[in-house]
Structure formats: C-alpha cells, structure tokens
C-alpha cells in the first residue's frame, strides 16, 4: 500500500531551475529517511541527497552541493529536491527513496533533462 509518487522533472535550460516534489502515502511518513537518487542514461543509480527523518538532517552529493536542496515537510508527507543551475550532467531519472530500518521503498522516477 506504500506509494511515492515523483513529480516535476521536465525539460530545463542549463542554469536553470526546477522542484521535484515526492508525495508518500501509506507509510508513517516522518520517521522514514528520506532520499533522491538519479540515474543517467547508460549510467548507475547514484545518490543525490538525503534527510534524516525528524531531525532534518542532510546531505548531498558533491556533484550537487550549492545547488540543489532536500527539504521535507512531514505534514504534508513530501520530500523536495530544489535544483539550480542546472548542468547537461544532471539529466536523468530521478526516483525518491524512504528507508526505515528493514523497510525500504521507492517511487516510479521522473525525468529530467537539461539541454539547450
């Protein structure tokens, strides 16, 4: 019954600027950690960002630190990943993530795609 639902990828100039949102239904959305993950074409799924449950805790990957941004907000059981200055390198499918112990879920993925 857990479902995460992506949403806001597209197409985007590079150097611009987009929000994904990750709307999560079915699960006690505040104590899960919440992730992004990203998957170019031809490319492994790496990790974006993460935030730590109720703490907000976060971290990003160095590719992305000073331009994208993890946000939660747990009333409204979503997760955000505000991107900016967006590169061609940062074209791909993106998927949220919640992990909570042994449980572990993810969404259907969005795409992104910089180019000019």
């Known amino acids: 019954q857990v479902q995460l639902v992506e949403s806001g990828g597209g197409l985007v100039q590079p150097g611009g600027s987009l929000r994904l949102s990750c709307a999560a239904s079915?699960?006690?959305?505040?104590?899960?950690?919440m992730r992004w993950y990203r998957q170019a074409p031809g490319k492994e799924r790496e990790i974006v960002a993460y935030?730590?449950?109720?703490?907000?805790?976060?971290s990003s990957a160095d590719s992305v630190k000073g331009r994208f941004t993890i946000s939660r907000d747990n009333a409204k059981n979503t997760v955000y990943l505000q991107m900016n200055s967006l590169k061609p390198d940062d074209t791909g499918v993106y998927y949220c993530?919640?992990?909570?112990?042994?449980?572990?879920?993810w969404g259907q993925g969005t795409q992104v795609t910089v180019s000019s």
């Open positions: 079915g699960l006690t959305f505040s104590s899960y950690a």
């Open positions: 935030i730590i449950s109720i703490s907000s805790i976060t």
């Open positions: 993530n919640a992990r909570r112990g042994n449980f572990n879920y």
